[in-house]
């Protein structure tokens, strides 16, 4: 099967800025884009989610919880062990890492919709639910023994009330209290044109990957290796995890995605605030430059054959 | 025309500063300030504002010598270890003293 014309548009963006083309995207585009992602991903969660009982979604929700936690902690011991990173690096990139990628979970779903694989429609929430254990825990990584004190309060209000969890936990309500009657109306604008404006997002961040070239050649060898094997290692365990939690084997690939995938948005922003003594220079070069690319282009179709086969 | 001697303190650098360094310059004494969105590059590489992560800000305030220098010596001890921080004073003349003490 040919691969997905939305990745073939990241690649586009990619070869462009390789060949130091003068393509550039505005970034109130880029804003508004991700802008309309975040609430259609939110909204198409929360209609489906109208369908099923909120109280059978709880073991889920808390299994998912323990995996972000989980994942972050093998990060960040393999960062420092193997790594031999500081302990302000390792915490940082193990965060980005324990959260997710909102836009790997959108090509993940499409990658499943092109080949006619079914899977839980609510799993939007999942993204929502993930994108915060992995930053709370990077940070606690990277202070404990430390002198410095954290801003738990305000850091918490830059990560919650940022827009991706606005607009994803948003969507969803509007979504589920619409319902699939109410939600109709804005179908053509945010089911319809969906693919479409994915398409445009990741020309942007094909643009985007390619910048970070130089900083990856800086990196050295152990962090590209680790910016690979860590996502195989969490897709791993995120389809056994969903195997367990009684996933599908399409919402499996998906919790694989989620689990495999690092944030590029929500963590970047709060590390930077609270471990500046992190360098970001090195954690995007792993997120952005390997582990992104990766993940859309060879990771997804390999997390779904984990989930088949741990599915038997 | 009457003017009167002030500072002009410019601040350029990372986006992810902006809400900090702004509360930072009203604790300090700055009445007002200024933010614009910027793109450059220097020593710590280049910032395209292409998207999040590559933003920079530039932060004007101006105000007396006294309290321009003591927002100065602030973000010089607090931000300018970990962060990519430019910063500047120039000398400007303004009409209304009152708004700019």
């Known amino acids: 099967m040919l691969p997905d014309p939305v990745v073939l548009f990241f690649l586009l963006g990619l070869a462009a800025r390789l060949a130091r083309s003068d393509l550039r995207i505005p970034e109130p585009l880029y804003e508004a884009l991700s802008l309309y992602l975040l609430i259609a991903i939110g909204l198409k969660g929360g209609v489906e989610l109208a369908r099923h009982p909120l109280g059978a979604l709880a073991p889920q929700v808390a299994g998912i919880v323990a995996l972000g936690v989980v994942t972050t902690l093998l990060a960040f011991a393999a960062l420092r062990g193997l790594g031999r990173l500081a302990r302000a690096d390792a915490s940082s990139i193990a965060g980005h890492y324990g959260s ?7 090509v993940a779903v499409s990658w499943l919709a092109a080949r006619g694989i079914a899977h839980e429609s609510y799993m939007a929430v999942f993204v929502a639910v993930l994108e915060v254990p992995g930053i709370v825990v990077g940070i606690a990584l990277a202070r404990t023994g430390g002198s410095a004190r954290v801003a738990w ?12 969890i606005v607009l994803l936990v948003g969507g969803l309500a509007i979504g589920w209290v619409a319902g699939p009657e109410g939600a109709k109306p804005l179908q053509p604008m945010f089911g319809d044109l969906f693919k479409g404006v994915l398409a445009f997002f990741l020309l942007e961040m094909g643009i985007v990957v390619g910048r970070q070239a130089g900083d990856l050649r800086r990196a050295g060898f152990f962090l590209p290796a680790f910016a690979i094997a860590a996502p195989l290692a969490f897709g791993l365990l995120g389809a056994w995890a969903a195997h367990r939690l009684g996933f599908s084997p399409g919402g499996a690939t998906i919790v694989a995605t989620l689990a495999a995938s690092a944030s590029y948005i929500a963590a970047p922003t709060a590390m930077r605030i ?19 690319p990766f993940n859309i282009t060879i990771g997804i179709p390999l997390y779904h054959r984990m989930a088949v086969a741990l599915a038997g | 025309m009457d003017t009167h001697a002030r500072k002009l303190l410019v601040i350029i650098a990372e986006a992810a500063l902006e809400k900090t360094l702004v509360e930072d310059a009203l604790r300090l004494g700055a009445q007002g300030y200024t933010v614009h969105d910027v793109r450059g590059g220097g020593r710590d590489g280049e910032r395209t504002a292409s998207w999040d992560g590559d933003r920079n800000i530039e932060v004007k305030v101006i105000a007396t010598a006294a309290v321009a220098e003591a927002i100065t010596a602030h973000v010089l001890a607090t931000y300018c270890p970990n962060y990519s921080v430019s910063m500047f004073l120039a000398d400007v003349a303004v009409l209304r003293p009152e708004k700019f003490t």
Do not use: N, Y
């Open chain 1, 100 to 106: 997710v990628s909102v836009v790997t979970f959108a």
């Open chain 1, 153 to 164: 309060g305000k850091l918490a209000h830059e990560v919650l009330l940022g827009r991706g």
């Open chain 1, 274 to 292: 609270a471990i500046p003594e992190a360098s970001p220079a090195l954690s995007l070069a792993a997120v952005l430059g390997v582990t992104f």
